[in-house]
């Protein structure tokens, strides 16, 4: 079963197919660290090896999109449960059905992305209105490229990472700055702030899902880590929409209320608040989707 060490870190032992489809699974000792934002693995528990082995295996928890049951998928593995994380899904064997559905529980509550209530989010808009009139002039940045788990990851290498785009997008990013209105001085480009709130959106290299807040004016869509900031992470010109619709594919992700903003370069997908869900009726949920796109639509038909 999982216990939380002196450290304040869940802790047990695990069966892990550290090749993928490989069918074989080895016992591994597994520490969940939610300061270090990191689930690790190791041969033993490290108090019986060597001091400063390494461990085996480690994930990102922002990487991790959700663990689940995977009885079905793995019939042959007793307790199997699996985690969806970035590009690859790993699968792992419990101890017992306890075992399995504490693991699940305390997985899923470490990687969780929440996103506030509808009326946290508009309550902060006069302050992101405030905040994005004093934006200055969009930095030129250097990038690193990293490999992880075989996956090419570009990182800005100034302090906070303000791009989440892959090779392609960062290329397109650059080609698309030199194209006013689009990328001006100012964020919002003297366009008041038509639509504004925290989504959830997937990664463009690892796949995983973020909370962004995100604004709409009148020639852009853009997104921010959070209300407060005054640079966005990325501008998406509205010239360059093709279409929004909601996600088809919402049941193959995982995702509900799950919408796209197909462009050029990429198509984006956007997860929009779960939070007050429960307190709307099914039809007012696809109207909530439908703001978003109708908004978005009727601006670039203008």
Known sequence: MPYVDRQNRICGFLDIEENENSGKFLRRYFILD???DNLVWYMDNPQNLPSGSPP???IKLTYISKVSDATKLRPKAEFCFVMNAGMRKYFL???DQQDLVEWVNVLNKATKITVPKQADSLSHTDNALRHSENVGIKKQMSYRTEIVGGVPIITPTQKEERNECSETDKNYLKRSQSHLPYFSAKYPPDNAVIKAGYC???GAVMKNWKRRYFQLDENTIGYFKSELDKEPLRIIPLKEVHKVQECKQ???MMRDNLFE???TSRTFYV???LTFVHFMEENKL???LNKWQHTILQLKRT
């Open 34 to 36: 939610t300061k270090e």
């Open 56 to 58: 085996v295996g480690s």
């Open 93 to 95: 064997q419990a101890n």
């Open 200 to 202: 959830v959106k997937q």
């Open 250 to 252: 919402s049941d193959i």
């Open 261 to 263: 903003i197909v462009t």
């Open 271 to 273: 997860q929009v608040s």
């Open 286 to 288: 696809h109207f909530l």
